[in-house]
């Protein structure tokens, strides 16, 4: 018997599929930019003020304009559909990276926004949702992934980044957050001399709650613990550690709703 006529693949799947558009990348070329300044328009103006944005937005399309001319032009000598140049992967991943962050923080201060307000109709304190609900959140998506770095065979730097997690967000988070806060009070401190009472900004105050004292107290604890525990256990991390650590957590979260209701 003859053979028939070869077989086209036509699997989404395949090696050959395009997985890039010219003409949608260009498109991204203006979308990109606009989305992130109104992203960040959104997050960082409270009053939402449409003016902020009449001169941003133009400077914007213009620069946009003018990369997507230099991107057509630079892709004229490019004949490969299935895969963008070479030396724009770093820059389109640089971009996709930027709208990436932008989505986080709009979705982030969407979610915040919104527990807050069940938080207002609960009658639930701001110190109670962060240690339950955003701790819960922001730590559920490190969870599995330190799982799964522990269970491919590195559990030391599954271990590191349970440490560095948090240092990130206590001294980064709250050295940014704080900083923001300063320099955008309207109070101004007091001052001593002429010099030094140049529009200087009174600290931003934070009222320290039960909640917040149980919370630092236990941390306090545990990583003393730690210090202490796995030394004396030949340096090793095994399940009697981790259902302490286990256990600690969840005390400090009962003793935290319970001071919250109760008290």
Known sequence: MAAGPPELNDDPSSAATRTWHRALTTIHVFTSPLFAIIAIWSLLDDEHNLRNLIIPIPISLGA???????LNIFLKKHDDLTQPPTQLRPFLSFIG????????????????????TLGVILNISDSLLGLTVFAVGNSLSDLVADITV????????ALSACFGGPMLNILL???MGGLYMTLHSNVEA?????????????????TISKNLMISGLTLLVTLVGLLIIVPLNHWKMDRKIGWGL????????????IVELVI
Do not use: Q
């Open 64 to 70: 946009s304009l003018i990369c997507a001319i230099l």
């Open 97 to 116: 990276f930027i709208v990436g962050i932008c989505w986080i923080g709009i979705i982030a201060d969407e979610v915040v926004s919104l527990l807050k």
């Open 150 to 157: 522990a269970r491919l065979g590195y559990p030391v730097m």
């Open 173 to 175: 988070g709250i050295g």
């Open 190 to 206: 007091p001052t001593t001399s002429a010099i030094e009472g140049v529009a200087r900004h009174a600290p931003y105050k934070i």
């Open 246 to 257: 286990i256990v600690l957590w969840s005390l400090s979260t009962l003793g935290n709703v």
